[in-house]
């Protein structure tokens, strides 16, 4: 734990890997970590709590970011107060108090991605005409599109839907 980052070592390579921003995380500066379940990590910060999970087939590593809106007390976590206590328990100290969550209790449902906008040849679909409109569906219905050869500039917009934090 650094305040540049995240750095993992490879005892084999002897070679240290470093996560950043860049990668998921919520800020640079770690002030804690605490071990999860296999190889995950729980990653105090100062920008909120991160899970680091590494995916056992790909060795892919990505993070998961909590903050206010997950119920989280405070944002800005002290270094080394932290604490997983003997029933599994997460305990992270921050300027704003104690933050307890238990992981099993956290939602794991993906959100629903749909399309927003589309957009060719920055227009969007949705401020053409009926006659000129190369959807025969609405976009949120959308399966399939076959464009002519020369709309071939897209800007595609989505969202994330998950109402358990709507935000």
């Known amino acids: 734990a650094t305040n540049s980052g ?15 921003e860049d990668d998921g995380l919520p800020t640079n500066y770690i002030a804690s970590i605490l071990p999860g379940e296999g190889t995950d990590l729980w990653i105090a910060t100062r920008n909120g709590v991160s899970k680091m999970v590494t995916d056992p087939e790909t060795d892919q590593i990505t993070f998961v970011n909590y903050d206010t809106e997950d119920g989280i007390e405070g944002m800005d976590f002290i270094a080394l107060v ?13 300027e704003q108090g104690l933050s307890a969550f238990t992981p099993g209790n956290s939602n794991t449902t993906e959100p629903e991605l749909i399309f927003s906008d589309l957009k060719i040849s920055n227009e969007s ?7 000129e409109s190369p959807l025969d569906v609405a976009l949120i219905e959308l399966e399939n599109l076959s464009l002519a050869y020369d709309q071939n500039d897209l800007t595609f917009s989505f969202a994330a839907l ?4 709507p935000n």
């Open 82 to 94: 932290a604490l997983k206590a003997s029933n599994g328990q997460y305990f992270f100290g921050s």
């Open 125 to 131: 679909v949705k401020s053409f005409e009926a006659d």
């Open 6 to 20: 995240l750095n993992k070592f490879n005892p084999k390579e002897e070679k240290f890997t470093v996560f950043t």
């Open 162 to 165: 998950h109402y358990s934090n």
